[in-house]
């Protein structure tokens, strides 16, 4: 049972998570840190966002399986190695992307329209833009502007526009 835990957190790249404190970047560039409303709300969109990401790192995988399965590096993940079926991974973007909008739909309306914008650009990346030179890379930039752009829609903060514009470089 723990060896599954381990295959299902590895496969969902729990360690990509990272990627969305960019979500706080509102909050604490404007001193609202430590204001316990924003930083609770921020938390929501944070995890919105781990379930949204983790949905579509398995969908990617899922597109690409006959491909990792011959790569040196990605035949060890659990979906292209087998340690994690087809049926189970299908569930297991099913639960995370319930996840992600029940916990969107608990923020705002607003919010639910970013996620799904996010949606579209990690579907968009998967099955067709990561195979488009230089298309790729600006999809992959664009889904951590819009992890910023989460956290300003969610507290009403605004970071400055060049510090956005940092984000966007």
């Known amino acids: 049972m723990a060896k599954t835990f381990y295959y299902l957190f590895k496969e969902i790249r729990v360690r990509q998570w990272l990627k969305n ?49 011959l790569h040196p590096f990605k035949r060890n993940r659990p979906l292209a190695s087998g340690k994690i079926t087809k049926p189970v991974a299908l569930l297991i973007i099913i639960v995370l992307a319930i996840t992600a909008f029940f916990l969107a739909w608990q923020i705002s309306n607003t919010f639910v329209l970013v996620v799904i914008a996010f949606y579209i650009l990690q579907f968009s990346y998967s099955f067709y833009f990561k195979n488009v030179m230089l298309l790729d890379i600006l999809l992959i930039a664009a889904s951590f502007i819009l992890r910023v752009f989460a956290g300003e829609v969610v507290t009403g903060y605004h970071i400055d526009i060049w510090l956005f514009l940092t984000v966007i470089s």
């Open 21 to 69: 404190l960019t979500i706080f970047a509102a909050i604490f560039f404007t001193g609202q840190l430590f204001n316990a409303r924003l930083f609770h709300i921020s938390f929501l969109a944070f995890l919105t966002f781990c379930a949204a990401s983790s949905s579509t790192y398995v969908i990617n995988d899922l597109v690409d399986l006959e491909k990792d399965k």
